[in-house]
């Protein structure tokens, strides 16, 4: 880690790239428009981004789709794919200072996350997945003598990856890891709050060896931008990471132009359930605390309804708050701090309205609640204080809405299915952790739950090895990570062969 002026020396040095990546190289948008990128933390503007629109999209489409057909990424050797793969990592890796500086300068994340998090993560990813291209084997159905069926999987063609803010790069790496292992072309349209990380990935990979059309950025607005690709008839899958409501357009988007097949990752209202036999209360409070707060909330598993029993409630709260005070919040440029800016105005004033909202429906404000007012150069930054409401209901927005923030709900139960029954009492089913000394019990109570990933004991999501997605309304479709993932991006066909013989000369 460097210090924080060696982090804004090197800001003031990078080139931040602006323009889309279409066919190999940067380019303008074709209307010449652009929008302002700006730093959460200071309000400042970063840079002018083009701003792509529906004529962008077509000769992006135009240009992944002749590198699909030509079969310059989709026909080479598995082999061939990964060592390409590998060298796209060591780019990273080489790269991997400027990459954290630029994501914590147009998030407002951290800088500690982005060089310990988000970067070594992202090449864990790509990593991964590089590596599973030469190990994924078809299938031979079991037909008899008479006919052989091969099952196997091909490239789907031509794909469009649209990602949301709040972890950048990385969704970014969850979607190009198995998309690029598979032997497609990829359309990336980062969310318009975070544009320059995926941008410079992209002109890694093709300096890396990935042959140009394979892998384009379009960076630009959700409702001009996003919606053409979720309307192009040339695209053949679409993978969504980002709100439940914008989701649904793409299902929408899908049904109105070819069918194309769409995954979406989706929000969550996520519970931390801790029982009265949880042991190790000081540990429990550190994973409460990392599970809501970090990234400041502005995480789809933030675990932001503590749901715990009444016996170690009074216990446990005072822990977290002590836990809490830790985490700082400041300058994301500083490696001292642990959380940085909101992403956006209008995030900001939407988290605060459900922090307002709270206290007009009646919960009890326990911890911060107001915005954090810092001198100087971020005196116009969106910082927000971790936040504790108790006495929440069910029937409160914030324990029922994704508040995307640093705001923890808590509510009160006397025994374990009751905590169940409220767990699952919300219209998402994305993430959840349990916290009890007995196995069985946990286990049990793991299986209860409807939700994609349920983490006991602990605070966590799995890893590159597990399949990552949502139950309810948290997902569609299939899964981010594990070799599942690869199920996104790959067609199944069935190929038959007779082999049904008249005599057995057809032997000789
Ligand atoms: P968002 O839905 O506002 O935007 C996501 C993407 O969709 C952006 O690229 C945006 O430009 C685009 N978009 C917006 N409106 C569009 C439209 N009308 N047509 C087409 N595209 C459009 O989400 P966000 O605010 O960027 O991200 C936060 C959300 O992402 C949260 O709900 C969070 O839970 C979710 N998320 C989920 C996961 C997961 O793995 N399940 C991971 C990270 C974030």
Same mark, same amino acid.
């Given at each position: 880690m460097l210090t924080q002026t060696e982090y804004l020396a090197l800001a003031a040095q990078i080139d931040f790239p602006t323009n889309a990546f279409i066919n190999g190289t940067y380019t303008p948008a074709i209307s010449g428009e652009t929008f302002a990128t700006i730093n959460p933390a200071t309000g400042q503007v970063l840079a002018q981004i083009s701003a792509c629109d529906s004529k962008d999209v077509d000769v992006a489409v135009a240009k992944a789709r002749q590198a699909f057909e030509a079969g310059?990424? +989709?026909?080479?050797h598995p082999t061939q794919r990964k060592q390409v793969m590998i060298k796209f990592i060591k780019l990273i890796k080489r790269n991997a200072a400027q990459l954290a500086v630029m994501e914590a300068l147009e998030s407002g994340k951290p800088i500690k996350d982005c060089e310990t998090i988000d970067v070594p993560e992202t090449i864990d990813c790509i990593q991964w997945h590089a590596e599973a291209i030469d190990k994924i084997y078809d299938q031979i159905s079991p %037909?008899?003598?008479?006919a052989m069926g091969l099952i196997q999987r091909e490239p789907i063609g031509v794909v469009a990856c649209v990602l949301p803010w709040n972890f950048p790069m990385l969704m970014a790496a969850w979607k190009l890891g198995p998309a690029l292992a598979s032997g497609n072309s990829v359309i990336l349209k980062p969310a318009e709050q975070t544009s320059m990380t995926c941008l410079r990935l992209a002109q890694l990979a093709h300096q890396a060896g990935?042959? &140009?059309?394979v892998i384009n950025v379009l960076p630009g607005m959700g409702e001009t931008c996003g919606k053409s690709l979720g309307l !192009? %008839?040339?695209?053949?899958a679409v993978s969504f990471t980002g709100s439940t409501e914008v989701g649904r357009l793409f299902l929408q988007y899908s049904a109105q132009s070819n069918l194309k097949r769409v995954v979406l990752e989706c929000g969550g209202k996520n519970p931390c359930i801790v029982l009265d036999?949880?042991?190790?209360l000081d540990e429990v409070a550190e994973h409460v605390v990392n599970a809501v707060f970090w990234n400041m909330g502005e995480?789809?598993? %933030?675990?932001?309804r503590l749901i715990v029993h009444s016996a170690i409630k009074d216990q446990l709260l005072e822990k977290v708050i002590e836990k809490a005070r830790d985490w700082i919040t400041g300058? /994301?440029?500083?490696? +001292?701090? &642990?959380l940085g800016a909101m992403i956006s105005q209008e995030h900001f004033a939407k988290v605060v309205s459900y922090i307002e909202g709270a206290k007009q429906q009646g919960a009890k404000l326990i911890l911060g609640g107001k915005q954090i007012k810092l001198k100087g150069?971020? &005196? $116009?930054g969106l910082f927000i204080e971790p936040t504790i409401f108790d006495e929440?209901? #069910?029937?409160?927005s914030i324990a029922q809405e994704?508040?995307?923030? /640093?705001v923890l709900s808590v509510m009160t139960v006397n025994s374990a299915a009751q905590a169940v029954a409220l767990a699952n009492d919300t219209c998402y089913g994305l993430h959840a952790s349990v916290f009890t000394s007995n196995g069985r019990r946990a286990m049990n109570v793991a299986k209860a739950i409807k939700a994609g990933t349920v983490s006991i004991n602990c605070y966590s999501e799995g890893d590159m090895a597990t399949p990552f997605g949502g139950f309810k309304q948290s997902g569609f479709g299939g899964r981010d990570n #594990?070799? $599942? &993932? !690869?199920d996104q991006y790959t067609e199944t066909k069935t190929i038959w062969l007779d082999l049904s013989t008249e005599s057995d000369s057809e032997l000789d």
């Open positions: 310059v990424w +989709s026909k080479k %037909s008899g003598d008479a990935v042959p &140009a059309g !192009h %008839s040339d695209i053949d036999d949880a042991e190790r995480n789809c598993s %933030s675990n932001s300058d /994301p440029m500083d490696p +001292s701090n &642990a150069e971020l &005196a $116009q929440v209901t #069910s029937n409160m994704e508040v995307f923030g /640093p #594990s070799l $599942q &993932a !690869h």
